[in-house]
């Protein structure tokens, strides 16, 4: 083989390798049930939502006495081994013998929500056996609001597998990206209530500025419409004087100080022997 063609298979040779090395680390998403343009913009809203979880992995333990010890592996829209090339979403994992069961896969997915809750459905996982009928096991998710939690408290709640059809796998967990989205809006008061306090800010400052710099007034006569402000205060001190005031004001106190009114003269005869002879 010539140089020149050793060198293009070779370059061949490195483009293939990239692009399967490309389709293996791009890994599989949710494909929700039914054909791709039958997905509603709930749904593909709902996906979006649960985008921040695709990158964590969750595991569970159950022992039921000798008989039962499995591991359950899941994973938000995406495979638990992406190796395999199974859709495995949600995985059980027998801990005696190493067996594993797709309990759920992500290319049947269901997905639909509540106030603060989202529920994913897994379905097309590995048969049963001599349980329901033989049907496909499917995995119920059910994501429920706590805010400031990414996700937490993974854990299985039941198996339902004494029905002859419909049987699943429940499991819950909870993030926040199930909770709604906070109302930010202003009630009208607050705004009203922002603008008169900014009014106020505005007119005091300005009005300062204008008595300092323009004016040049100094002390208290810096504070706009000094004296209105100060008849004001006079006007209202007067004013609730007049409505709380208990007794009427043509009533002498109960009180009144020793004036010279009241002291009289003294007799000219009792100041005599005081006089020098």
Avoid at 53 to 81: A, D, P
Avoid at 232 to 258: I, K, M, Q, T, W
Wanted: hydrophobic share 35%; glycine share 8%; proline share 3%.
């Amino acid at each position: 083989m010539s140089p020149p063609c050793h060198t293009s298979a070779l370059l061949l040779v490195f483009v293939a390798l990239a692009v399967a090395g490309a389709e293996q680390s791009e890994e599989r998403s949710c494909d929700v049930v039914g054909d791709e343009n039958s997905e509603s913009q709930m749904e593909r809203a709902l996906l979006k939502k649960l985008e921040p979880l695709s990158h964590m992995r969750f595991n569970v333990t159950v022992e039921r006495g000798k008989t039962e010890n499995y591991i359950y592996q899941f994973r938000v829209c995406r495979e638990v081994n992406s190796t395999l090339h199974d859709f495995g979403g949600l995985v059980q994992t027998d801990r005696q013998n190493g067996k594993t069961t797709v309990i759920g896969r992500i290319n049947e997915t269901q997905v639909f929500n509540g106030s603060d809750w989202i529920m994913l459905i897994y379905k097309g996982g590995d048969s049963y056996g001599r349980h329901c009928s033989g049907e496909k096991r499917r995995a119920v998710i059910m994501i429920s609001c706590k805010r400031g939690v990414t996700a937490s408290s993974f854990s299985i709640i039941s198996e339902e597998r004494e029905k002859e059809q419909e049987c699943f796998y429940l499991f819950e967990m909870d993030s926040n990206v199930a909770c709604p989205a906070e109302n930010s809006h202003l009630s009208i008061g607050s705004i009203l209530l922002i603008t008169f306090v900014s009014l106020i800010a505005v007119y005091i400052i300005g009005g300062f500025l204008y008595q300092r710099l323009i004016v040049g007034a100094k002390g208290m006569e810096q504070i706009p419409h000094f004296a209105f402000w100060q008849d004001l205060g006079n006007l209202v001190a007067d004013g609730c004087d007049f409505v709380c005031r208990s007794e009427p004001r043509n009533v002498p106190a109960a009180y009144r100080g020793v004036g010279d009114d009241q002291l009289g003269e003294e007799s000219e005869e009792r100041d005599d022997h005081l006089l020098p002879m």
